[in-house]
């Protein structure tokens, strides 16, 4: 199944994540085992699919994973999951390698033969009147139901025009819509909400729904092998410590998985809580998070800061994006307009800006050596708009977005705006690894780097 909602202003709710966990936690309800799927792998919106299925939402990015990676995601979650939702938009302009918006329905449509389905507003249907029919819909789902009346007219009008069946909707309720709005980027949705989205949709659900599902061919196997990681013995797991609080939630759940497949030990920890980093730790994660609302607390933190300058010291690898990056720099500005310092192990400065609109995708070849990214490969990945980062000294800048930094290294520490899916830029190998490869780091000028390379271009 996929949905289809065009992109939100700010202050609003896409009206497909309502949907989508709607009809998720109907499934749920009826004793389906549901997975969640977004179709770009970048951290926006709200979380609801872990409180409508119980299982957090993961990624099928067309345009971030191989047409083997995402065919083999798609097996996978059928082993353990009776129907996979994927929601993301429609554009038929996006193909699979487009960089205007990335990860787009189209492609995986194409790619993996999945039934779409279009939300389409009541309103917009209105006294009668249709909207052109999009191509290649194979279902309808009616969003801000006002009345059984008006779901049976729209069904009526819209079957009839469009040649295809509604089959479900969701009635149109302030209360829940503006409870969301007030929500934060990045919070879960009180279970409570879910279920009343679930039994909304259940008013409104056919049957044509499910016969619409189970009516698709199987999806055949790839031809190309998996890659498999060598099996590890105890004494080559790693320790891979992730950043998880308040101030840190920016994880892709199925990268944190193929981390623990490949034999490591995956700790969480709280830099806001915490006193030190957990035992014989290999790797430190510090994912993306709203660190600027906590600032005044993680600079208060000593004892934390302090450990982290010790596992730096030693040579311990760090990896960090977005927020994480802004812990490490030398100050971050607070959500107060104060600025606080932080560990001080990169030398940045880190403003983040409120409503700078969602991560766009951008295809980079990092240039310098460094323990996590290929020199010389390119990968893919979303770059936020979110944070800005201002290099106070300078230090190796692996990549650079219109004169501004956006990967950044030295040492074994390497961050910045950037949004990797780690699992789907084959990185797990470094990451698995008990020891870091050799790395030689040069401290070129800033000008030095502008005649070396030019910045990106815009995507």
């Not at 034999?263 to 035992?279: K, M, Q, T």
């Not at 990549?399 to 699992?423: C, K």
Request: charged residues 20%.
């Amino acid at each position: 199944n996929t949905t289809s909602q065009q992109r939100p202003s700010a202050g609003t709710v896409n009206s497909s994540g309502p949907m989508a966990w709607a009809m998720a936690g109907y499934l749920a309800a009826h004793g389906r085992q549901v997975r969640h799927y977004h179709s770009r792998a970048c951290y926006c919106g709200l979380q609801g699919a872990i409180s409508a299925t119980g299982s957090p939402t993961r990624h099928l990015d067309a345009w971030v994973m191989s047409r083997e990676e995402c065919r083999r995601t798609l097996i996978d979650a059928y082993q353990e999951a009776q129907f996979v939702l994927v929601e993301g938009e429609f554009d038929s302009s996006v193909g699979e390698s487009s960089q205007s918006s990335g990860g787009s329905l189209d492609a995986l449509c194409r790619l993996l033969d999945l039934p779409r389905l279009v939300i389409l507003d009541a309103a917009q249907a209105a006294d009668c009147r249709i909207p052109p029919r999009p191509d290649a819909v194979d279902g309808v789902l009616i969003d801000g139901i006002l009345s059984d009346e008006q779901f049976a007219l729209v069904q009526t009008c819209l079957e009839g025009t469009w040649g295809v069946p509604v089959v479900g909707g969701l009635p149109r309720d302030e209360g829940v819509r503006q409870m969301l709005v007030s929500l934060p980027p990045g919070s879960v949705v009180p279970h409570a909400v879910c279920t009343h989205l679930a039994e909304s949709f259940a008013r409104y659900v056919e049957p044509k729904l499910l016969e619409l599902v189970v009516d698709r061919p199987a999806i055949p196997a790839p031809g190309v092998a998996p890659a498999e990681y060598r099996k590890l013995s105890a004494g080559d797991r790693p320790t891979i410590a992730v950043a998880y609080d308040e101030a840190f939630r920016g994880y892709f759940p199925d990268q944190l998985e193929a981390l623990e497949r490949g034999g490591a030990r995956v700790i969480d920890f709280s830099p806001l809580h915490d006193e030190a980093l957990p035992e014989r730790t290999d790797v430190l994660l510090l994912g993306c998070g709203r660190t600027d609302r906590h600032a005044a607390e993680l600079a208060a933190n000593f004892c934390m800061q302090a450990s982290l300058r010790e596992f730096a010291r030693r040579g311990g690898r760090i990896y960090a994006e977005g927020g994480g990056c802004a812990y490490l720099g030398r100050w971050l500005r607070g959500a107060d307009g104060y600025d606080y310092p932080m560990t001080n192990l990169l030398p940045l400065a880190a403003v983040r800006s409120e409503n700078a609109g969602p991560p766009e995708p951008t295809e980079l070849t990092p240039v310098g050596e460094n323990w996590l990214f290929p020199e010389g490969r390119t990968l893919r990945a979303y770059r936020s708009r979110a944070w800005r980062m201002e290099l106070l000294e300078p230090i190796e800048t692996l990549h650079e977005f219109n004169g501004a930094p956006t990967l950044v290294a030295t040492g074994n520490i390497v961050g910045g705006t950037l949004q990797v899916h780690l699992g789907a830029a084959d990185l797990l190998p470094a990451l698995l690894s008990r020891h870091a490869s050799s790395c030689r780091f040069t401290r070129s000028s800033p000008s030095d780097r502008r005649r070396d390379r030019a910045p990106d271009s815009a995507p």
